[in-house]
């Protein structure tokens, strides 16, 4: 069945409609060797190109797959456990082929979304710290941190493993001994964000990843359970990531 193109680059995970227009007013892109236009339509077998570089529409694209998954506590971040606890794999779907690869992992106290994918080149660029991908997370601590415990933890604390700082910290609005906080890092190390807090005296007694690059957990996911991205959304994620289509 024939699509516009547009929608088919994004279905495929290769750019956002937005960026695929862009892309064909710009004259980048081909099908069947001739010049596509806004209104271009594409059907199973059809050549698309990008600057004279073929582009996969077929398996190889749509092998690319992502879930948002919303992980519960006392889940494992591990393919098998020794202990016989629950792990984040055993919900998922069966991929079509390959496997699920997580990017990054969230400890076994820790809820909220976990991102896989069957593509590892993916998954990689998202973890590097050199793609700086943002992760934002709800936190609960014990105690409510002053002016002075947020400013070092924006400027750096030192570590046993190297200073780290978060991009941002902020107090949500509430009352009470106990404070909650939104805080932003861009690197994945291992407790970052528990040992951060507690190194300026304000031990985390929950924590929730909301948000990973431009993906957001859906308020309606359930723990336990997960959502497969659009094409777009995938498109998104490479684009924070710095992965070419």
């Excluded at 050199?130 to 609960?140: D, H, L």
């Excluded at 959502?227 to 498109?235: I, K």
Aim: aromatic content about 4%.
């Amino acid at each position: 069945m024939a699509e516009r193109l547009q929608k088919a680059l994004a279905r495929a995970g290769l750019a956002s409609r937005r960026e695929a227009d862009r892309w064909v007013a710009a004259g980048r892109v081909t099908v069947n060797g001739e010049p596509a236009t806004p209104g271009t339509k594409v059907a199973p077998g059809d050549r698309i190109a990008l600057d004279g570089r073929e582009l996969a529409l077929g398996s190889e694209a749509t092998g690319t797959r992502v879930l948002a998954y919303h992980k519960p506590e006392g889940e494992v971040s591990t393919r098998s456990d020794p202990q016989g606890r629950p792990t984040v794999f055993d919900r998922l779907p069966a991929p079509d082929g390959g496997r699920w690869i997580q990017v990054g992992r969230l400890d076994l106290t820790t809820s909220g979304l976990l991102l896989l994918t069957t593509d590892g080149d993916l998954a990689n660029a998202l973890m590097h710290p050199s793609r700086g991908v943002a992760r934002e997370y709800r936190v609960r601590v014990r105690g409510r941190p002053d002016a002075a415990a947020l400013q070092r933890l924006r400027h750096g604390v030192p570590l046993e493993d190297g200073p780290a700082h978060f991009d941002s910290v902020e107090t949500l609005p509430g009352r009470g001994a106990n404070a909650q906080l939104r805080v932003v890092l861009r690197e994945g190390r291992k407790r970052e964000v528990r040992r951060l807090l507690e190194a300026v005296g304000h031990p985390v007694s929950r924590l929730l990843r909301v948000r990973y690059g431009p993906v957001q957990l859906p308020r309606d996911l359930k723990p336990g359970h997960w959502r497969e991205l659009s094409g777009e959304e995938v498109a998104d994620l490479r684009r924070a990531a710095g992965v070419g289509f």
